[in-house]
Structure formats: C-alpha cells, structure tokens
C-alpha cells in the first residue's frame, strides 16, 4: 500500500445531548468521507475530569436506520432504551443497539465515573434491513495477544478472535493496544476498507503516522495491517472496518434515511410521541425536542468515487 493511499481525516468539536451538552471530536462523517464501509459516525470523547465536564447526560432521543455502538476506555454510563433494556456501558464491554424503524434510549454517566473516555459509534442500515425491529445486545470480549498488542475485537473478526455479535453488513470493530515501540503486523480482509481512529499514542500505519484524535482511512485491496506504535507508552486505537457501502443515505440529527421524506416522516412522530419510538422508563427529565428542519431538502450523502 503506497504512502499516497491513506486518508488522514481530523476531528471537529461538537456538542453532544442537548442543553447539558458535553464536547465530543467527531471524525465521521465530514465533507471528504461519509462512511467506511458501514460505519457512519464516529463520536471519540475524553479523558474527561466528570467533576469539571458534569460528564454525560443525554435525554430520551429518537434513532430509526442505525446501529448505535458503544465502547468505553475509562468510566460508566448507564443505558435505557423504550425495549425495556436497562444496562451499563463498562471499558471493554460492547453496548450494541439496533433502532431501524425506531427506537429511543438515554446515555447518563453515573455517580461512580470521574473520567469518562470512550468513543460513541453509529452503523449505517442496508435498505433491505433499515426498518428491522428494536434489539439490543451486550458482549465482553476476551483478549488476544499478537507482536506486542492486546486486542478486543468487538465486533466480526480478526487476530483469530470472532464476535457473536449480529450485524447487517460485513464488518469489523476492535479496540487494540499496542505496547511502546512495538510493531504489529495483522491479516485484514482485502475487500474490507479500513479507518483507524487513534487516541493515545502515535501510530505509523502505511508510511503516516496519525495522532490522537486522527482518523486514517485505508481502501480496500491490502490483505495485512501493519502498525508501529512511536511513542514512549502505549498507544491505543479503534480499528473500524467493513465491505464499502455504496447506498446513498441521509443523515440528519439522529436519523438515517434515503430521502428528505423519510427525515421529514420521522422528525414529526417523534414530535407527536408516536409509538414508533416507544418510551423510556427510568430518566428524571424531559425527552429531547427534534431541531428544526433546513429550509432546504436534505440531499443524500456518498463517498467520494474510489480511485
């Protein structure tokens, strides 16, 4: 894989959960890339001080066309969706919920926090399963030691570990660290294309190295990963993955669809409390109100053509 084929993509700062809103760096999607493979948003937040940041507390809101992955390095967050699921998001267990048609949850960190750190994902729906039913799942995966890493793969496989975990798409998810100095080389499926989202440390991957916060995009073609960790400790990283996703989407607040009409649609039952989202029990507060739609219509979002 040559120098020139990486894609180095940089965070911006966003707000994230309303008027208590904590500072998340979101490196998906932005205007150079939408989606790898399935992957669609890609939220990194921390190491956050709780008694200065208040940390996490996002109100009941509304998802429809997605899988929201959750994976956290430090810190607790407590999950309740309108499935009746109540469930903590602990390091280095997977919270994955799937709100196709609709579902609506909370994140609030609890009391036993004091640095929240972890990285919030979303899963793009292929048409043909973009309305499947609510579900929730929970996995722990184990370790696995390969030249100097410690790896967890989370979701699909790699380094000889598999996830149980359902998806709708080919796809990998895996939290790797790698020890100070070290050098890693990994078996990667060649039809698979690659982001790998750093935050500690600094990795030199395909001739470029990426530092927190970075997310570097790798295409398809390429059947191993190699990574040298360059810094004095050691350097953590989620390495996303999954078959190119060549369904245009629209993405607008906590929706994905295919047309303006599907957001439109959606945005007005959740302002009317329709059943299509359900209900959460457990939260001491008011849901989210949807934003105001753009004047404009929303136009769908793709991946630049690939070379």
């Not at 979701?155 to 050098?183: C, H, I, N, Y």
């Not at 080389?185 to 530092?211: K, M, N, S």
Request: glycine share 10%; net charge negative.
């Amino acid at each position: 894989m040559s120098i020139a084929e990486i894609e180095v993509l940089t965070a911006r700062d966003v707000p994230l959960g309303g008027p208590r809103a904590m500072t998340v760096r979101r490196t998906l999607p932005q205007r150079a890339r939408t989606l790898i493979g399935a992957w669609c948003f890609a939220d990194h937040y921390g190491p956050d001080d709780v008694a200065e940041s208040g940390g996490m507390d996002v109100a009941p809101h509304p998802h429809i066309g997605l899988q929201t992955v959750s994976w956290l390095f430090s810190g607790e967050i407590e999950h309740r969706d309108s499935l009746g699921s109540h469930a903590y998001v602990r390091p280095g267990e997977l919270n994955l919920m799937t709100g196709g048609y609709g579902i609506s949850h909370t994140e609030v960190s609890t009391p036993r926090t004091t640095v929240l750190h972890g990285v919030q994902l979303w899963v793009a729906l292929p048409e043909e399963h973009r309305n499947a039913a609510r579900d929730f799942q929970h996995y722990a995966p184990g370790t696995v030691r390969v030249d100097g890493a410690d790896i967890r793969v989370f979701l699909g496989s790699l380094a000889g570990s598999s996830s149980p975990v359902r998806t709708f798409t080919p796809l990998l998810g895996a939290e790797l660290l790698v020890d100070p100095g070290a050098t890693v080389t990994l078996p990667v499926d060649p039809g698979f294309e690659h982001g790998l989202l750093v935050d500690a440390g600094e990795i030199r991957t395909a001739g470029t190295l990426l530092r927190p916060a970075e997310l570097g995009y790798l295409p398809t073609g390429s059947g191993t990963l190699t990574l040298t960790n360059e810094s004095d400790a050691p350097a953590r990283a989620v390495l996303l993955g999954g078959t190119p996703f060549e369904e245009e989407i629209v993405m607008w607040w906590n929706f994905i669809g295919r047309s303006h009409e599907d957001i439109a649609e959606a945005r007005e039952e959740w302002e009317k409390a329709s059943d299509r989202f359900g209900e959460v029990e457990g939260y001491p507060g008011d849901r989210l109100p949807a934003p105001a739609l753009p004047n404009a219509r929303i136009a769908p979002r793709k991946n630049p053509a690939r070379r």
